[in-house]
């Protein structure tokens, strides 16, 4: 499945440097001849794609990576503000909540569950919606700024 | 990396690298913005690099810049319209970009990067990602069914 003659005959195609005993090789080595076939064909493509190749100049390659460098670390020094900023901000949200629910006088629990009437449900459902909102927000804040 | 060694590295790379991206693409048309931005990751990631562990490194990133567009939809066949040339070079041209329609990406791949550019088994598998063991099958895999594909294209034309 594989002979050990495979590489030096990869090398002879790439290089040109045939050695008698490698060509005599070739004739009777199936594998290495069909190696051979291959990797002639396929050099010969290369060689001609490369040919009059109008690449970019490094110079320029070169000022694109650092422009990169400079935006990604400034975008790295930015991040970390932004994370803090948000998970503050959550922890405000959910002590802001636990903080509004415990102010709520005992009365107005009874009347809520007494008479669940349309304005008692609205009230409920606009602080729990508020506060759903003031979380995901936050959560959404930080993992913008963690993208 | 200095500005230098980068010249330096580039000169040596730039071409072998090309060719590369535009045959396992097949679309040289993007394959100056590919090379750019394989460059400009690689410095960015890994521009630390010894000029001549880079070489394997190099050819992952744009491996995996190409996939990407493959993933993405944006390359979705082999798309290089055939150039002019002399007629014995036309002719092997299109025997090898045949060849390379008919290979699986995979198998095209492993060709190029141990016929064209040499590499070992274990640089191979550094620039592709796949495993050092697996290589040895593959490539004699994609080996044979070239082998096959340019004998059968052979046969055609002597019968001819």
Request: proline share 4%.
């Amino acid at each position: 499945m594989k002979c050990e003659k495979e590489m030096q005959v990869i090398e002879a195609t790439r290089n040109g440097l045939w050695t008698s005993s490698l060509r005599a090789h070739l004739q009777d080595c199936a594998l290495c001849s069909q190696t051979e076939l291959i990797a002639a064909s396929l050099q010969e493509d290369a060689a001609k794609a490369e040919r009059g190749l109008d690449l970019p100049p490094a110079g320029m390659v070169w000022r694109r990576a650092q422009a990169r460098r400079r935006t990604d670390a400034l975008q790295r020094a930015t991040r970390r503000p932004f994370l803090v900023v948000g998970a503050l901000g959550a922890v405000y949200s959910v002590v802001l909540l636990l903080w509004g629910i415990s102010q709520l006088p005992q009365s107005v629990y009874r009347l809520l569950a007494a008479s669940p009437g349309l304005t008692g449900n609205v009230a409920l459902a606009g602080v729990a919606l508020s506060g759903i909102l003031a979380i995901v927000g936050s959560f959404v804040l930080v993992l913008e700024t963690k993208r | 990396m200095d500005e230098q060694t980068f010249h330096a590295l580039y000169a040596v790379t730039a071409k072998p690298l090309w060719a590369y991206i535009a045959r396992m693409s097949g679309r040289p048309d993007v394959a100056n913005d590919l090379l750019q931005e394989t460059y400009c990751r690689f410095l960015t990631a890994r521009g630390n690099l010894e000029p001549a562990q880079a070489k394997p490194y190099l050819f992952r990133i744009a491996t995996n810049l190409v996939h990407d567009r493959w993933r993405k939809g944006e390359d979705t066949s082999w798309s290089e319209p055939p150039e002019i040339g002399c007629e014995r070079d036309l002719d092997t041209q299109i025997d090898v970009r045949e060849l390379m329609q008919q290979l699986k990406p995979r198998e095209r791949q492993l060709l190029w990067l141990a016929y064209v550019e040499g590499m070992t088994h274990s640089e191979i598998a550094q620039a592709t990602g796949l495993h050092a063991m697996s290589i040895r099958i593959l490539l004699f895999r994609a080996r044979q069914r070239a082998a096959e594909l340019l004998g059968r294209k052979e046969r055609a034309f002597h019968e001819v």
